[in-house]
């Protein structure tokens, strides 16, 4: 190996297992890594997406980057590596521009949004270097050639891309490792530094991958890129899982494990073992991830026995048009039996419910509404329809009208601002808040409530009201409160808690260092993408709100502030004609 290279992370909020991994895999080779947080609270994609310039953010976040970025031009990185989802892209491009001017170092972009549209990236000028695909084996290899690079000499290494003197190489797909058990267990410890309170829930995977594709889901995008390239759905060793768990408890001791596999559990032989020597040398309380297809009734026996105590799984839709059109791989029968069988051994679970699924009807709603009371999942988690890069079912809502071809542009630069927590794309936003609203409070109302309201879906309207809060927030904060089982939740609140702490650090040290009056030093990230193609964009019934009205019943429009909210598109309500 050459001489070893100054590596920094630049992450946004909480923690990634991608960046965990691929900062590991770095250091195992020798290299020296830094992994920086930005903590942005006030714009987070997991919370929402909003104010990014409110008034309390801005100066406060000032400070923040301006200490964040000191840190890092004292570290004097060779390599500023960025991981980006579609909704950080934007704010990855921004950041990396400014980083770039003040450390005279490349940026390297990786993550599922340049892995969906490499072709944009490469127009982007923030961007030094980016990655197509998994990225520890290439990461390591560029390290060994990057000064090659910087001398101007061309690298070909599988996944590597970048635009020099006007033309963009392309180097294929990034090699997907094949065994996962060779990989060292992702760097924890550059995270709970940041943020002490994240090592109470140890969040791994066993797998990568899904062996299914859901037109909504990014194994839509990447199962046909991998298809001749190996497997893509891949699955560590039981014995390599309980390793790390072990290295988790003496390192670090976790008071719970989270497992965020796309699909948890997919071979029953696997979980048995595991769920066997888990009991038996790791025994900490454990919440899971998966779909119905895998939790047959033995596995969900195996687990529980095992401490098992949460789990969280897609449901998404009960119309079995809908079902197919999207590609959900589960039948009606395999999902009443897994509910059943959380139901029998008191498991605590939450079902994840789609709204904006293009097609649907009050019908579909109240159908699901009927089986969800039927069942009493602990929470139902409603995730809005948001449209990303490249799924299949972009083809589908253009067919049907709900997104025009040049939004396109919006979605694959990152520019869809709508919150996948509330109102995401969907153009009849108000038509389904009143079923939100019960969905949140389905597990507080007792049975016989929830069948008077579904009775007559008029009083379901009536509950139509436009407020993330009262339909979602606060049934979830009252489970957290109240529900053991629901440590995912009580989680959520330490982080917030945990970065405001973490906030108040980096202004203290901003202040040590600059003094409470001095002004922002950042280096101004040069503006280099398109602007957003304009204020119509993403849906045509939408950029016609008095159009909108027409086509919904009388009781789906719901009323804010005295005002009548249509829809809701990238970024804000849209409102009645004459309302705004
Ligand atoms: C766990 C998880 C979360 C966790 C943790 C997020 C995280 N960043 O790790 C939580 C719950 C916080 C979360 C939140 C959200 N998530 Co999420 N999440 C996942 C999930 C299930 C696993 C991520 C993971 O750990 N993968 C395993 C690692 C090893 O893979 P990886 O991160 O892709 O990294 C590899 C390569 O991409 C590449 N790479 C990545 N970064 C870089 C950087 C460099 C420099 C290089 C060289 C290479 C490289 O190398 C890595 C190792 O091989 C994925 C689905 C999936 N399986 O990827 C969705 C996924 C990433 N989430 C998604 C989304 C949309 C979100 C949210 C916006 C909300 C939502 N709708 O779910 C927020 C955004 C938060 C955020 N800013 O990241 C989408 C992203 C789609 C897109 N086009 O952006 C995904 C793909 C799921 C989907 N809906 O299809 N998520
Ligand atoms: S089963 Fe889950 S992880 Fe797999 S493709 Fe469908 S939504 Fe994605």
């Known amino acids: 190996m050459r001489a070893p290279k100054k590596v920094t992370f630049i992450y946004r909020n909480y923690e990634g297992l991608g960046v965990g991994y691929l900062a590991s895999y770095a250091r195992s080779l020798g290299h020296q890594v830094q992994l920086v947080l930005y903590p942005d609270p006030w714009c987070d994609t997991y919370v929402k997406q909003k104010d990014k310039n409110s008034s309390m953010a801005g100066p406060l976040q000032t400070r923040v980057n301006r200490q964040l970025q000191d840190e890092i031009v004292d570290f004097g990185p060779d390599l500023l590596c960025f991981s980006t989802v579609t909704d950080d892209y934007q704010w990855c491009s921004e950041t990396a521009g400014s980083l770039r001017a003040a450390t005279g170092a490349p940026s390297l972009f990786g993550g599922v949004h340049v892995t969906s549209v490499p072709e944009r990236v490469a127009l982007n000028p923030n961007v030094d270097l980016f990655c197509v695909g998994?990225?520890?084996?290439?990461?390591?290899?560029?390290?060994?050639?990057?000064?090659?690079?910087?001398?101007?000499?061309?690298?070909?290494?599988?996944?590597?891309?970048?635009?020099?003197?006007?033309l963009?190489?392309?180097?294929?797909?990034?090699?997907?490792?094949?065994?996962?058990?060779?990989?060292?267990?992702?760097?924890?410890?550059?995270?709970?530094?940041?943020?002490?309170?994240?090592?109470?829930t140890y969040t791994i995977t066993t797998s990568r991958g899904c062996p299914y594709k859901c037109t909504y889901c990014y194994n839509a995008v990447m199962l046909p890129m991998y298809r001749d390239e190996g497997r893509w759905m891949r699955q560590r060793s039981v014995a390599n899982v309980i390793d790390e768990c072990?290295?988790?408890?003496?390192?670090?001791?976790?008071r719970h494990f989270l497992f965020m596999d796309d699909v948890f559990a997919s071979s029953k032989k696997w979980v048995e073992e595991f769920a066997a020597r888990y009991k038996q040398e790791i025994g900490v309380p454990f919440a899971l991830v998966t779909e119905a297809v895998v939790l047959k009734d033995d596995v969900v026996r195996w687990l529980k026995d095992a401490g098992l105590v949460n789990v969280q799984i897609g449901v998404q839709t009960l119309n079995e048009e809908s079902k197919t059109r999207i590609d959900r791989p589960e039948s009606r029968a395999q999902l009443e039996r897994a509910l059943t069988s959380l139901n029998r051994y008191d498991v605590h679970y939450q079902v994840d419910h789609m709204l904006g699924v293009p097609g649907e009807t009050d019908r579909d709603q109240q159908a699901a509404l009927e089986f969800y009371n039927q069942y009493r999942p602990d929470i139902v988690s409603v995730f809005w329809l948001k449209y990303y890069p490249k799924l299949p079912i972009i083809d589908f809502a253009i067919e049907k009208g709900i997104?025009?071809?040049?939004?396109?542009?919006?979605?694959?630069?990152?520019?869809n601002e709508a919150s996948y927590l509330f109102g995401g794309n969907a153009p009849e936003f108000a038509r389904w808040l009143g079923y939100n609203m019960l969905f949140g409070w389905l597990n507080f109302l007792p049975r016989s409530v929830v069948s008077f309201l579904l009775a007559s879906p008029p009083r379901i309207h009536r509950l139509s009201f436009g407020s993330f809060f009262?339909?979602?927030s606060l049934p979830r904060m009252l489970s957290t409160v109240f529900r053991r089982p629901d440590f995912r939740?009580?989680?959520?609140?330490?982080?917030?808690?945990?970065?405001?702490?973490?906030?108040?650090?980096?202004?203290?040290?901003?202040?040590?260092?600059?003094?409470?009056?001095?002004g922002p030093t950042l280096v101004p990230a040069p503006s280099v993408l398109?602007?957003?193609?304009?204020?119509?964009?993403?849906?045509?019934a939408l950029s016609d709100p008095a159009g909108m009205v027409a086509a919904l019943p009388p009781t789906a429009a719901a009323s804010l502030d005295g005002r009548t909210l249509v829809g809701r598109r990238s970024g804000g309500n849209v409102y009645a004609a004459g309302d705004r």
């Open 134 to 166: 998994e990225g520890e084996r290439l990461l390591g290899r560029l390290l060994d050639e990057l000064d090659d690079w910087k001398a101007g000499e061309d690298l070909n290494i599988p996944g590597l891309w970048y635009t020099r003197g006007g």
């Open 168 to 200: 963009t190489h392309r180097n294929g797909l990034g090699e997907s490792v094949q065994t996962l058990d060779e990989l060292p267990f992702p760097a924890k410890d550059l995270f709970y530094e940041r943020l002490p309170g994240l090592a109470r």
């Open 246 to 254: 072990r290295w988790a408890m003496e390192n670090f001791q976790p």
């Open 403 to 415: 997104i025009r071809p040049e939004d396109i542009d919006d979605i694959e630069e990152g520019r």
């Open 470 to 472: 009262l339909s979602s």
């Open 489 to 518: 939740g009580r989680d959520h609140v330490r982080r917030l808690l945990g970065q405001m702490v973490y906030i108040f650090e980096l202004v203290a040290r901003d202040v040590r260092r600059h003094g409470v009056s001095s």
């Open 530 to 540: 398109p602007g957003p193609v304009g204020a119509s964009s993403l849906s045509p």
